[in-house]
């Protein structure tokens, strides 16, 4: 599937897990892949009848009921290493205060569904949990075959970065580039903070080299993630060496601010490593 149908109109990473009743469309199953720290396809073999009191959300002082499902992982796409079955909360309608209706971000979990889920792990509770706004996609969506194939794909470029980043196809390493600054520049399901930790030099370079060789537009029909967008979520300043170019009238940005970028890669940014983001630990 095409650049992995990346959908990310810009990744400004956001460090805090906003709540609130808001309209905001849902990601597609790709961009939920890139920030959650697991992602699994599975069949829930059971629900347990007792359930568990814990936090909705990171940050959450009340605790909800939860009822667990167990999941039989059928495929583990990342985080779910050596694992056979996993235990996903989830909570049941109109359960602790929490709105009746069934949001996309908490479905209800029944013994014999199949799903993709996008998982993160509960701050107090010993199961995994649903992101909100992070919905699994259900086995019987007519997208479910495309949508698994499109995750695996980016997933494996996460996988083997390097490897991807050395493809024979400029557009593929180019696919990779994207693939990896979306992963990295973007906050990860569940952070309570981030840290910026540096990317290996090697794998940076790759990264930079194979983003300067792409075509930067903002007008592809079927994706809105680009060039340009992840080139904005480097996130590069003065003290990086960088110039922002300023486009005339009629001139293309993207196409300038190409150019301005294939030019520091060459030389302020020779030396340029590329930092990622991850969860700050849990005070204890």
Known sequence: MRRFCLVAVALVASVSQVRADRIAPIAHPVERAMRAPVVVVGKV??????????????????????????????????????????????????????RPVRGPENPELKEGQEWLFFLTKNEAGNFLAIPYMTPPVEGGAPTFKDDVAAVKKVLAVVADPVKALKAEKADDRFDAALALVTRYR????????????????????????????GTWTTNRASERMNGLSAFFSLGLTDKDGWKQPQAKAGEDFAAITRAAFVTWVAGPGKDYQLKKFVAKKAEK
């Open 45 to 98: 073999t059971a629900v347990e009848k007792d359930t568990v009191d814990a936090p909705l959300y990171p940050g959450a002082t009340n605790k909800v009921a939860h009822k667990i499902a167990v999941v039989k992982v059928g495929t583990n796409l990342i985080g779910a290493d050596n694992l056979t079955h996993i235990k996903i909360g989830f909570v049941p309608s109109g359960a602790g205060g929490v």
């Open 186 to 213: 973007t906050a990860p399901e569940g952070a309570r903070g981030v840290d910026a930790v540096a990317v290996p030099a090697d794998e940076s370079k790759l990264i930079l080299k194979a983003l300067a060789e």
